[in-house]
């Protein structure tokens, strides 16, 4: 079965995912600190733009003004989609979270989103006693991104020296995909960092350990030589 699929707009990374990621589904970027999930998921955003496509990103941490400026050094100006009405960036108080899946709701409708990236879900869980009150959150949110059209990316943190694949070991199986983010000492072409499909659900997608590289125009994935 043909699934519709949506360019990431990171060159190399579309070929290891069969055309693209499935229109509609969720993907969870994660890595440690300072591997460039912030830049991954800005570039999904800003490839879409560029594609005439509207828009949202929210943060749960980071300042809109900081991430606008972060991004420019790559000639990315999101305020000049911001100022036509085709982007948006919010700040969302992780303090108010159980309010999120209401507040998505009203903004993929009120611009009539296609592409979506929250940053970062580690900041989900700081109110919240039980992980199981995570897992639901998050499927609920997740659930209210695709049921209203939107694909999605979102982020979490691996805790650095640990093994897991997020930062309460529940948003890995609630989401359709999952893109790791590596420092890797030794990968292919002397390059330090590196990336690995996880999981993608109705792809047949890459095995290998990719390396990577941040360009002055974004990341690329670089073929496994």
């Known amino acids: 079965m043909d699934f519709s699929r949506v360019e990431s707009g990171i060159p190399g990374l579309d070929k290891l995912l069969g055309g693209g990621i499935i229109e509609d589904s969720v993907i969870l970027v994660t890595g440690e600190t ?3 999930k912030t830049i991954l998921c800005s570039q999904f955003l800003w490839h879409g733009l560029k594609k005439g496509e509207t828009c949202i990103f929210i943060t ?11 991004v420019r050094a790559f000639k990315w100006d999101l305020a000049k989609y911001e100022k036509k009405g085709l982007f948006r960036i919010i700040y969302h108080d992780p303090a108010q979270v159980n309010n ?9 409708k009120n611009l ?19 992980v199981s009150q995570i897992r639901k959150l998050l499927f609920n949110t997740i659930n209210v991104i695709k049921k209203n059209k939107c694909t999605a990316l979102i982020t979490s943190e691996i805790p650095e020296g640990m093994r897991g694949l997020s930062k309460f070991g529940v948003e890995e199986f609630v989401v359709d995909g ?6 890797l000492e030794y990968a292919a072409g002397g390059l330090d960092r590196s990336l690995i499909i996880r999981k993608m659900r109705r792809t047949d997608h890459g095995k290998d350990i990719y390396p990577i590289e941040i360009t002055s125009k974004g990341i690329v994935v670089k073929p496994v030589e």
């Open 34 to 36: 300072g591997t460039g």
């Open 112 to 130: 009539k989103a296609k592409r979506l990236v929250i940053d970062s879900t580690s900041l989900i869980g700081l109110n919240m006693q039980e």
């Open 178 to 183: 999952i893109i790791v983010l590596n420092y």
């Open 100 to 108: 999120l899946g209401s507040m998505i709701i009203d903004e993929i």
């Open 60 to 70: 749960l941490e980071e300042d809109p003004e900081d991430i606008k400026e972060d």
